[in-house]
């Protein structure tokens, strides 16, 4: 049975219903599904159609690879229309503690569909560059997990993400991601970065597959600054982090790739529940380790400093 598939960085979009126990062999084990697999029942009478099916992930790959289709054959289009962002980062100092400094015209925002959930603001130094957030959160500023490079699997963290303004191929992993979250040992920053020399590698593994970062490690060079509001439906994030962690050399003008997120904890506060980037749209896994830890500068936008 032929099929047709949208398909982007993350995920496949049947055009056409499929056989619900296809999907269910191949990923389903152990009693739950593997890599992200969502699916809705089109006529629950029929039971075994699923009308219309996302696939996140690798579970996307192994999908189109089970079905063995020809692209040109099998009729496959290329991913949802993206638009490239950008945005000016000005000259100023760190980003206060303060709701009144994230106003509409200097701060970037976060959305899931047309809810706004956080925004945020960058500013830059000859050494820093400044970034602060703002999120819509009724489980604030909370992560179960202990420093370490799996801190985006145990609950809330704020993120940036940097590399130089290049032409990257779409599934090029490169730049700098600089995660600051809440543990159990206090605040922390770990900066990720899957190419270069380091002392700090590290393996993200999953069933079935792995990724190596050449650096990943606790920075003890960022300074990080938090404030959770007394009715605890959002909390604040302000951030100092030098341009030398980054990689970056600043100055008046520079174009650079970039983007920012928000990751937020389930009920519990001890797990991930949600992953949302102003930029890269291709943020739904949760539940794949490789996945989660992998960034791609094509996905981000242009950053230029003022």
């Given at each position: 049975?032929?099929?047709?598939?949208?398909?982007?960085?993350?995920?496949?979009?049947?055009?056409?219903?499929?056989?619900?126990?296809?999907?269910?062999?191949?990923?389903?084990?152990?009693?739950?599904?593997?890599?992200?697999?969502?699916?809705?029942?089109?006529?629950?009478?029929?039971?075994?159609?699923?009308?219309?099916?996302?696939?996140?992930?690798?579970?996307?790959?192994?999908?189109?690879?089970?079905?063995?289709?020809?692209?040109?054959?099998?009729?496959?289009?290329?991913?949802a229309d993206y638009k490239e962002?950008?945005?000016t980062i000005a000259r100023g100092?760190?980003?206060?503690?303060?709701?009144?400094?994230?106003?509409?015209?200097?701060?970037?925002?976060?959305?899931?569909?047309?809810?706004?959930?956080?925004?945020?603001?960058?500013?830059?130094?000859?050494?820093?560059?400044?970034?602060?957030?703002?999120?819509?959160?009724?489980?604030?500023?909370?992560?179960?997990g202990s420093p370490g490079p799996?801190?985006?699997?145990?609950?809330?963290?704020?993120?940036?993400?940097?590399?130089?303004?290049?032409?990257?191929?779409?599934?090029?992993?490169?730049?700098?991601?600089?995660?600051?979250?809440?543990?159990?040992?206090?605040?922390?920053?770990?900066?990720?970065?899957?190419?270069?020399?380091?002392?700090?590698?590290?393996?993200?593994?999953?069933?079935?597959?792995?990724?190596?970062?050449?650096?990943?490690?606790?920075?003890?060079?960022?300074?990080?600054?938090?404030?959770?509001?007394?009715?605890?439906?959002?909390?604040?994030?302000?951030?100092?982090?030098?341009?030398?962690?980054?990689?970056?050399?600043?100055?008046?003008?520079?174009?650079?790739?970039?983007?920012?997120?928000?990751?937020?904890?389930?009920?519990?506060?001890?797990?991930?529940?949600?992953?949302?980037?102003?930029?890269?749209?291709?943020?739904?896994?949760?539940?794949?380790?490789?996945?989660?830890?992998?960034?791609?500068?094509?996905?981000?936008?242009?950053?230029?400093?003022?």
């Open positions: 049975m032929w099929h047709r598939w949208l398909t982007s960085c993350e995920q496949l979009h049947f055009d056409e219903p499929v056989e619900r126990d296809v999907i269910r062999d191949a990923f389903y084990r152990d009693g739950h599904f593997f890599f992200g697999l969502a699916f809705g029942i089109g006529d629950a009478d029929a039971g075994e159609i699923a009308r219309r099916t996302v696939v996140f992930g690798q579970a996307a790959e192994m999908l189109k690879n089970l079905f063995a289709l020809d692209a040109a054959a099998a009729g496959v289009h290329s991913g962002r950008k945005f100092d760190a980003i206060p503690l303060d709701a009144q400094a994230f106003d509409d015209k200097s701060s970037l925002t976060i959305r899931s569909g047309r809810e706004e959930l956080a925004r945020v603001v960058m500013r830059y130094s000859d050494t820093h560059l400044f970034v602060g957030w703002m999120v819509e959160d009724t489980t604030p500023w909370t992560n179960a799996l801190l985006f699997k145990t609950g809330d963290s704020v993120n940036v993400f940097m590399a130089p303004n290049q032409e990257y191929a779409h599934e090029q992993l490169a730049g700098t991601r600089v995660l600051l979250a809440p543990t159990t040992a206090g605040e922390v920053a770990v900066t990720y970065r899957p190419h270069g020399e380091s002392s700090s590698p590290f393996v993200f593994e999953s069933p079935v597959r792995k990724t190596a970062f050449a650096h990943t490690a606790i920075e003890q060079g960022v300074e990080i600054q938090s404030q959770i509001s007394g009715d605890k439906t959002r909390y604040l994030v302000s951030a100092k982090v030098p341009w030398s962690v980054l990689g970056i050399e600043p100055s008046p003008g520079l174009e650079l790739r970039g983007d920012v997120a928000v990751l937020f904890s389930d009920q519990t506060g001890a797990l991930i529940g949600q992953r949302r980037h102003w930029a890269d749209p291709h943020t739904n896994v949760i539940n794949d380790v490789p996945t989660e830890a992998e960034f791609y500068p094509a996905n981000w936008g242009v950053l230029t400093l003022e």
